[in-house]
T-cell receptor
Framework: DVKVTQSSRYLVKRTGEKVFLECVQD?????MFWYRQDPGLGLRLIYF???????EKGDIPEGYSVSREKKERFSLILESASTNQTSMYLC?????????????FGPGTRLLVL | TQLLEQSPQFLSIQEGENLTVYCNSSSVFSSLQWYRQEPGEGPVLLVT?????EVKKLKRLTFQFGDARKDSSLHITAAQPGDTGLYLCAGASEYGNKLVFGAGTILRVKS
C-alpha cells in the first residue's frame, strides 16, 4: 500500500513564526503536491514538484515556499505565519505525470495560527 | 481559471435512499476523478473517468462523465451509513499538469 505521512496532525503557531510541514511518501513517486483545504473552497494547490529540486507554483503560492531535496520528501514552509494561513494542509504524491495519475494523500496537518 | 462547481454542498438522507451529486464546469477536462474523504483522513480516489459519455460502476456507486467532458455526476443507490463522508470531484485540464478540485459535497447517511 502507498503510504504518505505528514509530520504532524495538529500544529499551533504564533503569527510571524516560521513553520515547516513535512511530507514523506514511500512509493518512489516522482510527483508530490501540497494543498490547503478550507470549508466551501475545496482543495487548492499551493506548490507541486515533479522531480527532486524541481518545484512549480500552484494556484495560491503566496506566503509559502517548498523544498524537495530527496525524492521521498516534500516540505512546505510558511516563512512568516499569518492568521489567514490557518487551514488543513494536505500532501499528496502520484506516479504518473500530469494530472491523470491517482494522487495519494496523507492524513493532513491542521494548522492554527494565533 | 478553470472552476468546478459541486452541488449540493450538504446532503443528509436516510439509509436506503438514492442520491446524486453533480460536478459542473464551463471548461473541458481531459479526465475527471472522484474522491471520498472521511474525517481525519486525506481524500481517497474512487474512480477516474476519461471518455465523454463514460459510465463506471463501483458497487452501489455510478459515475458518469458528460458527453462534452464538462460535467460529471455520482449516483449512489440505497445509501448506507458507511457512505458518509466528503465527496470531491477533480478535473484534469487538457493542457495543464494539475487537478482542479470542486468544493465538495458533505454526505451524511442516517441509520
Amino acid at each position: 500500500d502507498v503510504k504518505v505521512t505528514q509530520s504532524s496532525r495538529y500544529l499551533v503557531k504564533r503569527t510571524g513564526e516560521k513553520v515547516f510541514l513535512e511530507c514523506v511518501q514511500d512509493m518512489d513517486h516522482e510527483n508530490m503536491f501540497w494543498y490547503r483545504q478550507d470549508p466551501g473552497l475545496g482543495l487548492r494547490l499551493i506548490y507541486f514538484s515533479y522531480d527532486v529540486k524541481m518545484k512549480e507554483k500552484g494556484d495560491i503560492p503566496e506566503g509559502y515556499s517548498v523544498s524537495r531535496e530527496k525524492k521521498e520528501r516534500f516540505s512546505l514552509i510558511l516563512e512568516s505565519a499569518s492568521t489567514n494561513q490557518t487551514s488543513m494542509y494536505l500532501c499528496a504524491s502520484s506516479f504518473l505525470g500530469g494530472a491523470t495519475g491517482t494522487q495519494y494523500f496523507g492524513p493532513g496537518t491542521r494548522l492554527l495560527v494565533l | 481559471t478553470q472552476l468546478l462547481e459541486q452541488s449540493p454542498q450538504f446532503l443528509s438522507i436516510q439509509e436506503g435512499e438514492n442520491l446524486t451529486v453533480y460536478c459542473n464546469s464551463s471548461s473541458v477536462f481531459s479526465s475527471l476523478q472522484w474522491y471520498r474523504q472521511e474525517p481525519g483522513e486525506g481524500p481517497v480516489l474512487l474512480v477516474t473517468v476519461v471518455t465523454g459519455g463514460e459510465v463506471k460502476k463501483l458497487k452501489r456507486l455510478t459515475f458518469q462523465f458528460g458527453d462534452a467532458r464538462k460535467d460529471s455526476s455520482l449516483h449512489i443507490t440505497a445509501a448506507q451509513p458507511g457512505d458518509t463522508g466528503l465527496y470531491l470531484c477533480a478535473g484534469a485540464s487538457e493542457y495543464g499538469n494539475k487537478l482542479v478540485f470542486g468544493a465538495g459535497t458533505i454526505l451524511r447517511v442516517k441509520s
